[in-house]
T-cell receptor, first 112, second 113 residues
Framework: NAGVTQTPKFQVLKTGQSMTLQCAQDMNHNSMYWYRQDPGMGLRLIYYSASEGTTDKGEVPNGYNVSRLNKREFSLRLESAAPSQTSVYFC???????????FGEGSWLTVV | DAKTTQPPSMDCAEGRAANLPCNHSTISGNEYVYWYRQIHSQGPQYIIHGLKNNETNEMASLIITEDRKSSTLILPHATLRDTAVYYCIVRVFGSSNTGKLIFGQGTTLQVKP
């Protein structure tokens, strides 16, 4: 039982490049989330998916897109990376919206 | 969600109980107290949560005062691997919650040999 798995763990991008962060959970959870964590800023919600087939914006959605591929997988895409998107990204899931949230190990993204 | 106040840092001797306090004087009746910890930039790890009764699981105990304005997380036998930043969060539990988690500055617990 791996919980929430994210790939890649580390990535360096040039400004303007695109990439997709992958996330999968094996807990049969309905809801999934993407957060970013900057030094001294705490966690900020980028997008969430309450259930398969739905996605909604969080606090800081600009510059990102998401896809809920199926119940297990929720990907985050940066279409044109900017240095301001340098951060640690965490995927998370919960059984339902508002229930206890469980986090992945994080993906360190640097945009130069 | 209600705001929480935690001491910025605490020390604890290995093998002793670590008692981490949290004040949440503006907590609403439908808000739960949650505790997470983050070890050296790993993903936040869920520890425990409760509404008004004391709770215990394999990781910790949560003691909530009768007026619910404060709580204490207890790690009964702290080990070096418990060194982490501990976050106390209050949030509504249920489908109305969008998943927004407000992590404050937390308490950095240093467990010493």
């Amino acid at each position: 039982n791996a919980g929430v798995t994210q790939t890649p763990k580390f990535q360096v991008l040039k400004t303007g490049q695109s990439m997709t962060l992958q996330c999968a959970q094996d807990m049969n959870h309905n809801s999934m989330y993407w957060y970013r964590q900057d030094p001294g800023m705490g966690l900020r919600l980028i997008y969430y998916s309450a259930s398969e087939g739905t996605t909604d914006k969080g606090e800081v959605p600009n510059g990102y897109n998401v896809s809920r591929l199926n119940k297990r997988e929720f990907s985050l895409r940066l279409e044109s990376a900017a240095p301001s998107q340098t951060s640690v990204y965490f995927c998370a899931s919960s059984e339902m919206m508002g229930n206890t949230i469980y986090f992945g190990e994080g993906s360190w993204l640097t945009v130069v | 969600d209600a705001k929480t106040t935690q001491p910025p840092s605490m020390d604890c001797a290995e093998g002793r109980a670590a008692n981490l306090p949290c004040n949440h004087s503006t907590i609403s009746g439908n808000e739960y107290v949650y505790w997470y910890r983050q070890i050296h930039s790993q993903g936040p790890q869920y520890i425990i949560h409760g509404l008004k009764n004391n709770e215990t699981n394999e990781m910790a105990s949560l003691i909530i005062t009768e007026d619910r304005k404060s709580s204490t997380l207890i790690l009964p036998h702290a080990t070096l691997r418990d060194t982490a930043v501990y976050y106390c969060i209050v949030r509504v539990f249920g489908s109305s919650n969008t998943g927004k988690l407000i992590f404050g500055q937390g308490t950095t617990l240093q467990v010493k040999p």
